[in-house]
């Protein structure tokens, strides 16, 4: 499984975009990069995924890089609810057994 | 629609002492998988189950076991619990390993103390 890498922590503005970047250069052309987030004491949930096209949905947008590299999660407007951690993760066409979480991003938005 | 559900949500146990996490979800989902969460960890595989009948060992497996007589129901049962397996656990449903949509539905969790 390709390794991501994410920054520990961002801060945004209340109202204002959250963009959460991801590092994924050894990912391989089968695998789709997905986002999840945890907020603090509940079960991860489930945010957007994408293979090589950006994609929206009602939470968020996710653009990836032409090369697939790298990828960012966009938070159009972002509230207070939308503290969490949030992960990226890769996994290959037709799923594996495990979902590997790394350390995530801890985004803060405040007020 | 409830989704993944776990019970209970919180449990203390004493050292030696037996339970068993229940999950359950009701989408038809084939793939069932458990997980713990310490601090600093993030979330590591204990075992996890692609069909009834059908269960398999994740990273952490030791002192866990589990059955999956229904596609419902993926339980996870502590034989003799021990101080580190005090940690949340969360239970997780795929509709397939195989399938090109393998979003992940998550239960709540479980927080077990073991003292």
């Known amino acids: 499984d390709a390794k991501t890498t994410q920054p520990t922590s961002m801060d945004c503005a209340e109202g204002r975009a959250a963009n959460l970047p991801c590092n994924h250069s050894?990912?391989?052309?089968?695998?789709?990069v997905y986002w999840y987030r945890q907020i603090h004491s509940q079960g991860p949930q489930y945010i957007i995924h994408?293979?090589?096209n950006n994609e929206t949905n009602e939470m968020a947008s996710l653009i990836i890089t032409e090369d697939r590299k790298s990828s960012t999660l966009i938070l159009p407007h972002a509230t207070l609810r939308d503290t969490a951690v949030y992960y990226c993760?890769?996994?290959?066409?037709?799923?594996?057994?495990?979902?590997?979480f790394g350390k995530g991003t801890k985004l803060t938005v405040n007020p | 629609n409830a989704g993944v559900t776990q019970t209970p949500k919180f449990q203390v146990l004493k050292t030696g002492q037996s339970m068993t996490l229940q999950c359950a979800q009701d989408?038809?989902?084939?793939?069932m998988s458990w997980y713990r969460q310490d601090p600093g960890m993030g979330l590591r595989l204990i075992h996890y189950?692609?069909?009834?009948?059908?269960?398999d060992q994740g990273e952490v497996p030791n002192g866990y076991n589990v059955s999956r007589s229904t596609t419902e129901d993926f339980p996870l049962r502590l034989l003799s619990a021990a101080p580190s397996q005090t940690s949340v656990y969360f239970c997780?449903?795929?509709?397939?390993?195989?399938?090109?949509?393998?979003?992940?539905?998550f239960g709540q969790g479980t927080r077990l103390t073991v003292v």
């Open positions: 189950s692609v069909g009834a009948g059908i269960t």
């Open positions: 994408g293979l090589k």
């Open positions: 997780a449903s795929t509709l397939t390993r195989l399938s090109l949509n393998t979003e992940a539905f």
């Open positions: 050894t990912i391989s052309g089968n695998e789709y």
């Open positions: 993760i890769v996994n290959p066409w037709g799923g594996s057994e495990k979902l590997v």
């Open positions: 989408m038809n989902h084939e793939y």
